[in-house]
């Protein structure tokens, strides 16, 4: 599962990624300074695992992870080709989610393709190139649809009653998202790929003084989304690029309480991001590890266990659990089978994020 950083150039967008990332892309005052998309395997922070490690005394700890795409800036006339256009769209398509990163704060020494600081004209931007790329994708998709749906076919019919839904809404600049569906829509609509419809997180860019409370700029940009299945976070990038400069704990944590935060910002992103994704976690633990392991939300407990090796879900027998908070409450695997509060699962058993999980299968 991979979330896509988008932006028009030059708004902090391979800033962000360095921090995010151990991967370096380069990060230059001018647009176009990432031409090829660079990805990063993003450790997702997460204290529950830290306290396995501290009861458990494992060899080794394997936190979840999320990739993050950095993804060249779009200009306007990306959906007809503009600034390599169909190179940048087609890597969006690849991806799970967006986080779109929106400039939003003063600088003049930091160059804006559109010379003046406007976040919700840069928000626009972006959706019109992407409302237009999808719109292009549903009509040649009407077109198909359409013959089938005068022979009679009712599948071709719903389809197309549900095409020409997003088509008014895309024409009407309103993305795919924002549009109401049924359960029966929405799981044609997965068969689409429209941009528009990809889960979103709107990045507001601030400066240091802004990174506790937001500003002018970011109540600008809450106001344009509450109508939009829409997340936001306000991150002072600079400043987390800083920050993540700092090789000692205690300095981060010092500069942190300087600015007023209580953790960094990109640790809220990443956390944000993986909720983005509709993923959650659950632990194996034991002497030789630690793990946790990234699921979606709604899995079963031999998909769960799929994860781990496709035998354990071909073979999956039953699943033993602890919940998160029983494991610390008592201490070990051993204390909370004393107590009688592990539980035995089937197959039709859904996990619940932080469960503690142990498979018994049979190939």
Known sequence: MKAGIVGLPNVGKSTLFNCLSNAK??????????????????????ARIEKLEELVKPERVMPATVEIVD???????????????????????????????????????????????????????????????????????LEKVKRAARTGNKEAQKEEAVLVKFKLAL?????????????????????????TAKPILYVCNVDEASAKSGNAYVDKVKEAIKDEDAEIIVLAVGTEADIAELEDYEERQLFLE????????????IRSTYKLLDLQTYFTAGVK????????????????????HTDF?????????????????????????EAGKLSVEGKAYVVNDGDVMHFLFNV
């Not at 380069?26 to 997460?46: M, R």
């Open 25 to 46: 892309a380069q990060s230059a005052n001018f647009p176009f300074c990432t031409i090829e998309p660079n990805l990063g395997v993003v450790n997702v922070p997460d």
């Open 71 to 141: 993804i060249a800036g779009l200009v306007r006339g990306a959906s007809k080709g503009e600034g390599l256009g169909n190179q940048f769209l087609g890597n969006i398509r690849e991806c799970n989610a967006i986080m779109h990163v929106l400039r939003c704060f003063d600088n003049d020494n930091i160059i804006h393709v559109d010379e003046t600081v406007d976040p919700i004209r840069d928000k626009e931007t972006i959706d019109i190139e992407l409302q237009l790329k999808d719109l292009e994708t549903v009509e040649k998709r």
């Open 171 to 195: 024409e009407q600049g309103i993305s795919a998202r924002a549009v109401e569906v049924s359960d029966d829509e929405a799981e044609l609509m997965k068969g689409f790929q429209l941009l």
């Open 258 to 269: 300087d600015i007023g935060l209580e953790e960094a910002g990109v640790s809220r992103l």
């Open 289 to 308: 590890e630690v793990r946790a392991w990234t699921i979606p939300i709604g899995a079963t407990a031999p998909q769960a266990a799929g994860v781990i």
């Open 313 to 337: 879900e071909k073979g999956f027998i039953r699943a033993e659990v602890i919940k998160y908070d029983d494991y610390v409450t008592y201490g070990s695997e051993a204390k909370v089978k």
